[in-house]
């Protein structure tokens, strides 16, 4: 198990940091240049890493290995084979889709600079640096610290001791170690956790990897502080977007949390300058009591949008989803963010609050903090359904949802699109995005397709990864480290 891991490690430094492989790893097939990157993604890494723990054992006499082309592509080959004999002939096209989606899409936004300066920014806000210092004992600059340090420890080398290894960090000895260690777990207790969600149906390759949870193996007995890790992108990903299932029981998380991810939506709406009008919409009283209305409006001479943030995920069944009735029950948190909005849009129509209808378009979007990946028609028609029945149940006019159109976008994006609606108005831009033509697409598709000319993008995360670096290294700086 050990060595195949070990060799796990290398192809993906490889296939996603575009590390040069050692010179005793094959790179293709005799005779042709660089084709690992064309049969083997990240995603197919995982779920590699997943069968090897489940079944790897040590053997002597074992005379294969993944660092061998033709062993690779007999692995690679065997486990593919397999999937494709579980989702059936009969399977459902749309469901696959989902579920395709869900296991591939999040490789799209590698665990890089992007992916720490967005967390930057969220871990930053006040709310949410107070979730982290009672939660862990760590101020947000220390834990992105410990996330710089882990991280490239492990891009690196596939194990560590890291108590030793970032003990020169100058973090709270006893945060760090407790830190550590709920990141760690035996492979053997990944394995029991693996085995008791095994499914043998369709839903084979989608079952939720616990290295996702547990992204560090103790593999040795004589070294159980030395910790290895298979995946680097995983622990990234456990330390940042992962900590959300830690945080979750902490006092105060869901208000703290909340206005955290709507000070975040607000900081990145307001970068774009004047071209649009940011405001944050004042309370108002009706006979029900006081309101707040949606988080933020956005104006511009085409256009009025009401944007809601929202911090709620897809649940995990949705997104395994053995049959389309947990996706369509998983649509439930989204559908109620968006209804809420009608709900302030309806009011402010109706003259409840100060702002002035004067005729332009109006539209509904929802900023979720993580993507909710709607691209397939089960999820986006179930949602379309379910926010139809919401807005009835309310006692809204029907004809609302068609008379302002509602796009949901997850904050990765939100930096591209305001800088189209900046560059091209608000009215035009969100009228195409929500015609049938477009309604299906996820908005980094649609962007690249209807504005190419866009393709010098913003680059705020990487700005906030920049900013947060320069003070790590001003302060090494200052105390001599």
């Known amino acids: 198990m050990r060595e195949s891991l070990t060799h796990i490690w290398f192809y993906g430094v490889h296939i996603g940091y575009r590390f040069g492989l050692p010179f005793e790893y094959p790179h293709s097939r005799d005779g042709l240049h660089q084709q690992i990157g064309k049969y083997l993604q990240e995603?197919?890494?995982?779920?590699?890493?997943?069968?090897?723990?489940?079944?790897?054992?040590?053997?002597?006499?074992?005379?294969?290995?993944?660092?061998?082309?033709?062993?690779?592509?007999?692995?690679?080959?065997?486990?593919?084979?397999?999937?494709?004999?579980?989702?059936?002939?009969?399977?459902?096209?749309?469901l696959t889709l989902h579920r395709l989606g869900h296991q591939q899409v999040p490789y799209f936004?590698?665990?890089?600079?992007?992916?720490?300066?967005?967390?930057?920014?969220?871990?930053?806000?006040?709310?949410?640096?107070?979730?982290?210092?009672?939660?862990?004992?760590?101020?947000?600059f220390e834990y992105m610290l410990l996330v710089a340090g882990v991280y490239t420890v492990y891009l690196q080398r596939p194990e560590a001791n890291l108590e030793v290894e970032l003990g020169s960090l100058g973090?709270?000895?006893a945060a760090l170690k407790a830190r550590i260690a709920s990141l760690a777990s035996t492979a053997q207790a990944v394995r029991d956790r693996l085995t008791a969600g095994h499914r043998l149906d369709t839903s084979w390759a989608y079952t939720f990897n616990h290295l996702v949870e547990t992204p560090l193996l103790?593999?040795?007995?004589?070294?159980?502080?030395?910790?290895?890790?298979?995946?680097?992108?995983?622990?990234?990903?456990?330390?940042?977007?992962?900590?959300?299932?830690?945080?979750?029981?902490?006092?105060?998380?869901?208000?703290?949390?909340?206005?955290?991810?709507?000070?975040?939506?607000?900081?990145?709406?307001?970068?774009?300058?004047?071209?649009?009008?940011?405001?944050?919409?004042?309370?108002?009283?009706?006979?029900?009591?006081?309101?707040?209305?949606?988080?933020?409006?956005?104006?511009d001479a085409t256009g009025q949008v009401f944007v809601e943030c929202?911090?709620?995920r897809i649940p995990l069944q949705a997104q395994i989803a053995l049959v389309p009735n947990d996706v369509v029950a998983g649509m439930s948190r989204l559908?109620?963010?968006?209804?809420?909005?009608?709900?302030?849009?309806?009011?402010?129509?109706?003259?409840?609050?100060?702002?002035?209808?004067?005729?332009?378009?109006?539209?509904?979007?929802?900023?979720?903090?993580?993507?909710?990946?709607?691209?397939?028609?089960?999820?986006s028609d179930a949602l379309d359904k379910q926010v139809r029945e919401g807005v009835a149940g309310?006692?809204?006019?029907?004809?609302?949802?068609?008379?302002?159109?509602?796009?949901?976008?997850?904050?990765?994006?939100?930096?591209?699109l305001t800088d189209a609606m900046s560059l091209r108005g608000c009215g035009p831009l969100l009228t195409k995005k929500s015609s049938s033509k477009y309604r299906q697409y996820q908005m980094a598709p649609f962007l690249n397709e209807v504005e190419p000319e866009l393709q010098a993008k913003s680059e705020p995360f990487l700005e906030e990864k920049r900013d947060l670096f320069a003070e790590f290294e001003r302060r090494f700086k200052r105390t001599g480290h």
Not at 116 to 123: K, S, T, V
Not at 127 to 140: D, H, Q, R
Not at 279 to 296: A, I
Not at 356 to 362: E, H, I
Request: one cysteine or more; a neutral charge.
């Open 335 to 379: 559908a109620a963010a968006i209804t809420q909005n009608y709900s302030n849009i309806s009011d402010a129509l109706a003259g409840k609050t100060d702002w002035l209808n004067d005729g332009r378009p109006v539209f509904s979007l929802v900023v979720t903090l993580e993507d909710w990946i709607l691209f397939s028609p089960l999820s």
């Open 109 to 140: 936004e590698r665990a890089n600079s992007d992916y720490i300066g967005r967390h930057w920014l969220l871990f930053r806000q006040a709310s949410m640096a107070g979730l982290l210092e009672s939660a862990f004992g760590l101020t947000a």
């Open 218 to 299: 103790r593999l040795r007995s004589d070294s159980p502080d030395a910790l290895f890790c298979p995946r680097p992108p995983l622990v990234v990903r456990r330390l940042l977007a992962g900590a959300y299932f830690d945080l979750v029981r902490t006092a105060g998380f869901p208000k703290a949390f909340g206005d955290a991810v709507e000070s975040v939506v607000g900081e990145l709406l307001q970068r774009v300058g004047p071209a649009l009008m940011v405001e944050k919409p004042n309370p108002y009283t009706t006979g029900g009591g006081v309101r707040h209305g949606s988080d933020w409006r956005v104006s």
């Open 394 to 416: 309310k006692g809204l006019p029907a004809a609302l949802v068609d008379q302002v159109p509602y796009i949901v976008v997850p904050v990765n994006d939100l930096p591209d």
């Open 310 to 312: 929202k911090s709620a």
């Open 171 to 173: 973090l709270p000895p």
């Open 43 to 94: 995603f197919h890494l995982d779920l590699h890493a997943r069968e090897i723990i489940l079944y790897g054992v040590k053997n002597s006499r074992a005379t294969r290995s993944l660092r061998n082309w033709h062993d690779l592509a007999s692995f690679h080959n065997a486990i593919n084979d397999f999937s494709n004999k579980m989702s059936g002939a009969k399977a459902d096209l749309w």
